[in-house]
């Protein structure tokens, strides 16, 4: 069985530039959800979703968006990126749903300069 | 609004003495709590669950609904032991509110 992978592992951007970070589910989990860790805190619930809809969305702004596909891999986008959203990205994928225990990626180390 | 706090951001212990990691909560309704393990240069795991009242690696948790805590125990602390532990709630709402986490607490276990 396939661990949850994400990549890249390191990102550099700019202020104002826009990202996309990409997540591999676990082998047929249907629920994946991202979360944002900034350094010395614990990680942030931005959005969660379920079978190809977003179906639960955390304390971010709109600027933070997210994808499922049909394989139920997963991308997140951020635009006109702030230097605040330097963080570690953690994906986080679940066998039966959004209630079932979530088993976490390595997540996306994204500095913005 | 839902809220984990663990009031310790570091605790130091001696292997073989008695550890508790402190965790408490505020939630409206009925959350489900857990604790969450990264060891060094390790992802994020899953250690407990409240509902499935289970013991892993020797770590027990109470959910304690009048303290509003779900604190964290071991007996006899092991040297692999160490490791940053986080506390963590979701809601009644079936989990699609996420999970809400502690800032998390670095245990170091001494020899």
């Known amino acids: 069985e396939t661990g949850v992978t994400q990549s890249p592992t390191h990102l550099i951007k700019t202020r104002g530039q826009q990202v996309t970070l990409r997540c591999s589910s676990q082998?047929?989990?249907?629920?994946v959800s991202w979360y944002q860790q900034a350094l010395g805190q614990g990680p942030q619930f931005i959005f969660q979703?379920?079978?190809?809809?977003?179906?639960g969305r955390g304390n971010f702004p709109p600027r933070f968006s997210g994808l499922q596909f049909p394989n139920y891999s997963s991308e997140l986008n951020v635009n006109a990126l702030e230097l605040d959203d330097s963080a570690l990205y953690l994906c986080?994928?679940?066998?039966?749903?959004?209630?079932?225990?979530?088993?976490f990626g390595p997540g996306t180390r994204l500095t913005v300069l | 609004a839902q809220r984990v706090t663990q009031p310790e951001k570091l605790l130091s212990v001696f292997k073989g003495a008695p550890v508790e990691l402190k965790c408490n909560y505020s939630?409206?309704?009925?959350?489900?709590l857990f604790w969450y393990v990264q060891y060094s240069r390790q992802r994020l795991q899953l250690l407990l669950r409240?509902?499935s009242r289970e013991s892993i690696k020797g770590f027990t948790a109470d959910l304690n609904k009048g303290e509003t805590s779900f604190h964290l125990k071991k007996p006899f602390a092991q040297e692999e032991d160490s490791a940053m532990y986080y506390c963590?709630?979701?809601?009644?709402?079936?989990?699609?509110?996420?999970?809400?986490f502690g800032k998390g607490t670095h245990l170091i276990i001494q020899p």
């Open positions: 986080a994928s679940s066998l039966t749903g959004p209630g079932d225990t979530q088993y």
């Open positions: 082998s047929g989990h249907n629920t």
């Open positions: 979703y379920y079978r190809e809809e977003e179906n």
């Open positions: 939630y409206s309704g009925s959350p489900e």
């Open positions: 409240h509902i």
């Open positions: 963590a709630l979701t809601g009644s709402g079936g989990g699609a509110d996420g999970l809400t």
